[in-house]
């Protein structure tokens, strides 16, 4: 085992948006008084951010940089808010941080805002983003705003939100959650009144359709990618939760194929390895304070995306593969009150996606015994970089499965960096020209250490095998939250 001094990873990067959403964490948090999602509501406050035991304070002390905090659904109303039952939205959509729940930030709600955003940024955190109602404060049925009130009323917010360097705006449900022309407005109205600040739409919908069909919602997929600066995949089914992504991600593609989303960037939410391996942008959900785990996958795909950053889905082509792979999951026994108790219980999903998804490159060879791994791979428009993922499955009711596969890639630069996501037997790399007076290093994304493997490359100097098992019994790697491989000219 050698290890050497070599670090390829930028000390930061500039294009990325990814977050950490406070969702999840207020649920792993919550305290029961309502048994509903106003216990969730309730837990977002001054504590459980800032205090010793919060969630912010004691986390992600390495990568704090490059990722940005978004407050959840609860930040702006008052404790006990209604709505248990996602009938009443007229509490929802002030923008006016709540005064109960953080004491400590004085004066008119914009100047609230801009301290809330100084002390999370003060803590080394990149940016700071707000989820947003699809309505103002007290709309409701036979109370709506006019469309010249509209506009007024979400240009005050946008001002504010420029004012106090709020970064990103995280849309969500609410009265015109599938109401593109509203979508439309709001981007309209960020864009020009607080242009530094990035606006994600989404489509609001079930975690999975249990066999009726989406293709109702696929004109809306058309209206609002084109006016996303970040368009959210959307709540996915537990145990199925990269099956689901992907078939998102297929369905955003086939909906770009009738629409201008040029600029629209994916966020895949908590699939860390789709997030690094496919070019979209992570929204983080499992917080290491209850997942330790985690801790090192996160700060792995922060890494890679310092040096492979998120593009735009428009920028580059994108290939499907006629394979397709299924996963299934039975929803037997799920208890009343479970968030998919109405929508999935007693049920079976069964998930149809492409086998492999790549972009801006061919689709890779991939050979496995029995049962396949989803993969998806990309080129980097902007620095070149080459990622691949091969991602769990859930296979007859077995969820989280590893299936190691054989890959054989293509990259015309043997010197771009390779970013493998994942667990595989083996990955073949084959290089346009042949490898001379080179060496090749391996580096763990997420502790930065460096390996000398040049072993690894041909005898012809056609390319590189990565032999998992190898580097396993050579002590190189014990856990595979990603590793970044780089050809780099031989120093005499």
């Known amino acids: 085992m050698n290890i050497v001094g070599k670090s390829f990873i930028p000390k930061k990067g500039e294009k990325s948006y990814d977050y950490f959403c406070t969702w ?5 948090s919550a305290k029961k008084k309502y048994g509903d999602v106003r216990d969730v509501r309730n837990a977002l406050n001054s504590e459980f951010l800032f205090s010793e035991e919060g969630v912010l304070k004691n986390y992600f002390e390495t990568g704090r940089e490059n990722i940005m905090v978004v ?3 609860g930040w702006d109303v008052p404790y006990d808010a209604s709505n248990y039952d996602f009938t009443d939205f007229s509490e ?4 006016e941080l709540n005064e109960d729940r953080f004491p400590q930030f004085k004066g008119e709600p914009k100047e609230r805002l801009k301290q809330l955003c100084d002390c999370i940024k003060n803590m080394g955190y990149k940016g700071v983003g707000v989820w947003v109602c699809a309505n103002a404060l007290g709309e409701k049925e036979g109370s709506y705003l006019s469309e010249k009130e509209m506009r007024e009323y979400w240009k005050t917010r ?5 004012y106090a360097g709020i970064d990103y705006w995280k849309v969500d449900w609410g009265i015109y ?6 979508r439309k407005m709001l981007t309209e109205v960020v864009h020009e009144y607080a242009p530094k600040l990035k606006i994600e739409h989404s489509v609001p919908q079930d975690a999975w359709h249990f066999g009726t069909g989406n293709e109702t ?8 990618l084109p006016i996303s600066d970040y368009f959210r995949t959307y709540d996915v089914l537990s145990k199925l939760e990269t099956a689901v992504t992907l078939y998102r991600i297929t369905e955003c593609v086939r909906a770009f194929e009738s629409s201008n989303a040029s600029e629209c960037i994916l966020n895949v939410e908590d699939e860390l390895e789709i997030a690094a391996a496919l070019g979209c942008s992570a929204g983080i959900m499992r917080h290491p304070k209850w997942m330790p785990e985690r801790d090192n996958k996160i700060r792995a795909v922060l890494n890679w995306h310092k040096i492979a950053p998120p593009f735009p889905l428009g920028a580059t082509p994108i290939k499907l593969s006629k394979q397709t792979l299924t996963d299934t999951y039975s929803y ?6 479970h968030w998919l108790y109405n929508i999935a219980n007693g049920k079976i999903a069964e998930v149809t996606c492409p086998a492999i998804i790549a972009r801006n490159t061919e689709l890779p060879n991939i050979t496995s015994k029995g049962e396949a791994p989803f993969v998806v791979c990309s080129a980097n428009p902007y620095s070149e970089a080459y990622s691949i ?6 296979i007859n009711g077995k969820n989280n499965q590893e299936i190691l596969c054989d890959a054989d890639i293509k990259i015309s630069d043997p010197k771009v960096p390779i970013g493998i996501f994942g667990e595989f037997s083996k990955l073949s790399v084959q290089v346009e020209e042949k490898i001379h007076n080179a060496r090749l290093y391996m580096q763990k994304l997420d502790t930065e250490e460096t390996f000398d493997i040049t072993h690894c490359i041909n005898d012809d100097g056609n390319g590189f095998t990565i032999d998992m098992d190898k580097l396993v019994h050579d002590k190189i790697l014990t856990e595979t939250n990603g590793i970044l491989v780089k050809l780099s000219q031989a120093e005499d």
């Open 177 to 182: 959650e599938h109401d593109v022309k509203f």
């Open 24 to 28: 999840q964490s207020q649920a792993d």
């Open 92 to 95: 929802f959509g002030s923008f």
């Open 217 to 224: 919602i696929m004109d809306e997929y058309e209206g609002v």
């Open 71 to 73: 407050l959840d659904d």
């Open 389 to 394: 993922g091969f991602l769990r499955r859930t």
């Open 332 to 337: 037997e026994g799920l208890q009343e009150g």
């Open 158 to 162: 946008a001002e504010w939100c420029g």
